[in-house]
């Protein structure tokens, strides 16, 4: 994934042609999922929760997220 400075967020290319997003905030959280904003796409982000502990992030550049693509099963 990629820092989107004009999103302000981790994005990754969708197949659908948009962004999977996930912000530093969500990662601080501890959110593991970037979902798609324009279909039913979503991944589940891998990373280190220590890298965006609110302490240690500042100033300091954040680690690598890996990413694996799921689909999104509707609820009726």
């Not at 994005?11 to 990662?27: A, H, M, N, R, S």
């Not at 280190?48 to 099963?73: L, M, T």
């Amino acid at each position: 994934m990629e820092w989107n400075e004009e999103l302000q967020s981790f994005t990754y290319p969708c197949p659908c042609g948009d962004l999977f997003q996930i912000t530093k905030e969500d990662l601080r959280i501890g959110e593991e999922i970037a979902r798609c904003p324009s279909c039913s796409l979503y991944i589940t982000v891998i990373y280190n929760p220590e890298d965006f502990d609110e302490d240690k992030s500042k100033g300091k550049k954040q680690g690598n997220i890996i990413q694996q693509p799921q689909q999104q099963i509707p609820v009726a």
